[in-house]
């Protein structure tokens, strides 16, 4: 939970609420990593598939990540679900930034923590296990059309800009109303 909650958290969360509805659409069902078939799943993705090791640099840690290969949020608008998760190390889950400080993609991610890690000589083969998981597999992500990603980046951003209207107008009918119904100081 965060510890100081802004408009724009609210709105970033309804972001992803709309994100993670979508995926379950596509999916079929609802899809909750924490509990059920979902968790089942989840562990399947991470032992199974990726034998227990961080998809980027190959480490097996104690614990692992979820990471969301194309990101949650608004800069990717990846959707929650199980195509689109990988498990990683703590160290990894920090998408590394280019020149102009955008997030980079999950393969450029890949490249460069393989290449500061003097591991160059396993990118191809850690980049095509995350492919295989990514688009084949029972898990495959959705082919989703141009039209369709259009259409969740347009809903996603109508969402962020209506969650973060509706609470400052909440603010301003809030100061109309104590302005109302404060009880003044009666005049001298
Ligand atoms: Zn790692």
């Known amino acids: 939970m965060a510890i100081h909650n802004t408009a724009a958290d609210a ?15 596509y999916w079929g069902k609802i899809f909750n990593t924490g509990t059920g078939s979902g968790k089942a799943i989840w562990n399947k993705i991470k032992n199974e598939i990726f ?11 104690d614990k692992l990540q979820l990471e969301y290969l194309i990101m949650f949020n608004r800069e990717e608008y990846g959707l929650h679900h199980p195509g689109n998760i990988v498990p990683c190390c703590t160290d990894c889950n920090k998408r590394k930034k280019d020149n102009n400080g955008r997030h980079v993609s999950w393969e450029e991610n890949l490249r460069i923590i393989c290449t500061e890690s003097g591991q160059e000589g396993s990118f191809e083969q850690r980049r095509k296990n995350i492919m295989k998981h990514h688009t084949e597999g029972e898990y495959a992500y959705p082919p989703l059309t141009d039209n369709e990603n259009h259409s969740i980046r347009v809903m996603a951003e109508s969402l962020y800009s ?12 809030y100061a109309k109303l104590t302005e109302a119904f404060v009880v ?5």
Do not use: D, Q
Request: glycine share 10%.
């Open 11 to 25: 709105a970033n969360t309804a972001v992803r609420a709309f994100l993670t509805e979508v995926g379950e659409k």
């Open 51 to 61: 034998g227990g090791c961080c998809c980027y640099c190959g480490k097996r840690p």
């Open 162 to 173: 209506s969650i973060k209207t509706e609470i400052e107008k909440s603010l301003i009918l």
């Open 184 to 188: 003044k100081e009666p005049e001298k």
